[in-house]
């Protein structure tokens, strides 16, 4: 669990290798796009400042997190990618689709991840309520975007 007010997103870039010679694909669920969108930015800014070129980070949209799979396995399958970030946020509510939505998503990932030889970072937000959202994608506890691009370029690295 995270530690109230902590922001768990800084790094060392001296720690991190290079990405100059990596190419990323960043695959977006549009719903609950606030949140979503700010994953995402803090995604890419932390690739490029981590050396990646902007032309090597490849962003798609799809409509919600239970897309993320198709789109993240369409992305493998058809570019050249070192690793891909599935980025999404679902939101508890009153029924229990959030419990559906959640487990298919985190099993579809699973399972990329077993299927290709390209890794897939799940930077997707399962919080109870707006504002836990927004505590995680760059509010007080830091940007689950960065963690997810960090993520992706140790990954891309072990990949090699």
């Known amino acids: 669990m995270a530690t109230a007010n902590k922001n768990l997103s ?16 960043i695959v977006v669920s549009e719903w609950n796009g606030e949140i979503t969108g700010a994953l995402c930015s803090g995604a890419k800014e932390t690739l490029l400042d981590c050396g990646a070129l902007p032309e090597n980070i490849l962003v798609w949209d799809v ?5 993320l799979t198709f789109g993240c ?12 970030i599935a980025i999404g946020s679902v ?30 970072i799940f930077c997707v937000l399962t919080d109870d309520n707006l504002q836990q959202a ?3 994608s760059g509010g007080k506890h830091g940007n689950k975007g960065t963690e997810a691009a960090i993520a992706a370029i140790q990954m891309a690295v072990l990949g090699r």
């Open 134 to 136: 927004k505590d995680r």
């Open 10 to 25: 800084t790094y060392d870039k001296n720690k991190i290798p290079n990405a100059k010679d990596l190419r990323f694909g």
């Open 91 to 120: 939101i508890r509510g009153e029924t229990s689709h959030f419990d559906f939505v959640c487990s298919a998503t985190a099993q579809g990932i699973k399972d990329l991840n077993v299927a290709y030889d390209i890794p897939v």
């Open 63 to 67: 409509p919600g997190s239970f897309e």
């Open 73 to 84: 396995k369409k992305m493998m399958d058809t570019q050249k990618v070192d690793a891909v």
